[in-house]
């Protein structure tokens, strides 16, 4: 397996888990079996990671945490003691930059899918380990996504925009990618429109214009998706939102995919699962000029809206 495909690299690191408010290695944190969160993906989760050992836009992820709850009616633990059992399991961990899974379930109670039957308000899990970054040599190469065969859900049956624990449509995408030799796997929608992808928002370059798929095509709004597009329209870059097959991704001079984890990462190939399964070169092959460009101006917000205050 390529190395980032299936994280197999990560297994190594020491995990430190807040498992309502004791902190415990992974094998000492445990939920029970009837929690709704283990039983029917009944959760909502947020993940952050830190720059100078602080949480990088907790408030944007936060935000994006209650609207998930809200829409999915799951109450939340107060806003302070997420955010200070965040800080504590961050301090705890003493790692000098963290990775953080905020997992929030509807709790446990009887068998059966009718919410009322949680007998708790929620259960709180927060997991932290040391932060694994793609290496140099993979910004430098790309990565290569596979076009899905499996569709994305429609935002009128399980509305891809809500951070829920409920993951298996992205992994089903994600098993045909990795069967296919690729890094990652791009959804589209039922009427073949490119959406996101499994864990990254997708943008592509046409003529200098930066291009992405609009959030009401039904997709997760990305921490990143939004900060790149601020930054993107500071550097004078035209950046449409537009609706697009995924013809537009193999014509397109450049395609890049953004994240909590990977930043702004270039995609110098793909793999069309639904039609030849051929391997298309994006562009040249090589990381194209303006995604190298909006990394750094990534990496510019970072430095001066974070780690300078
Ligand atoms: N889309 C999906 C389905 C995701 O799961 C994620 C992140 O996990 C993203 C997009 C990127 O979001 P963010 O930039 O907030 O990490």
Redesign the pocket.
């Known amino acids: 397996m390529r190395p980032g495909a299936g994280g197999w690299y990560q297994r190594f690191v020491p995990v430190l888990c807040n498992v309502e408010g004791k902190l415990v290695p992974p094998e000492q944190a445990l939920v029970p079996v009837l929690d709704r969160g283990f039983l029917y993906g009944d959760s909502v989760y947020?993940?952050v990671r830190t720059y100078g050992g602080r949480p990088f836009?907790l408030e944007?992820?936060l935000l994006?945490m209650e609207r998930t709850a809200d829409r999915i009616g799951l109450t939340l633990p107060p806003r302070s003691r997420i955010e200070g059992e965040l800080q504590r399991t961050l301090d705890a961990s003493g790692n000098p930059e963290s990775y953080a899974r905020i997992v929030v379930t509807r709790g446990e109670g009887q068998f059966g899918l009718a919410p009322q039957l949680a007998t708790g308000l929620f259960r709180m899990v927060i997991i932290v380990r040391p932060l694994v970054l793609p290496s140099e040599e993979q910004y430098a190469r790309g990565i290569q996504m596979a076009i899905a065969k499996t569709r994305r859900n429609s935002p009128l049956a399980l509305d891809?925009a809500l951070?829920t624990g409920n993951?298996l449509n992205?992994i089903l995408a994600l098993r045909e990618a990795v069967g296919a030799g690729a890094d990652d796997a791009i959804l589209l929608d039922l009427s073949g429109r490119v959406t996101?992808?499994?864990?990254?928002?997708v943008f592509f370059v046409q003529r200098g214009v930066v291009v992405t798929p609009p959030l009401a095509l039904g997709?997760?709004?990305?921490?990143?998706?939004?900060?790149v597009i601020e930054v993107a329209r500071e550097e004078g870059l035209l950046v449409r939102e537009e609706p697009h097959g995924p013809e537009a991704l193999a014509a397109a001079d450049e395609v890049f995919?953004?994240?909590?984890?990977?930043e702004v990462m270039p995609v110098t190939s793909l793999v069309f699962l639904e039609s030849d399964e051929r391997t298309r070169p994006v562009g040249d092959g090589k990381p194209g000029p303006i995604a190298q460009r909006l990394r750094k101006a990534f990496a510019k917000y970072v430095a001066e809206k974070h780690l300078a205050r």
């Open positions: 947020e993940v836009e944007r992820h994006r891809p951070k993951y992205n996101e992808g499994t864990t990254s928002n997709m997760l709004e990305g921490i990143t998706r939004g900060v995919v953004s994240s909590t984890l990977r």
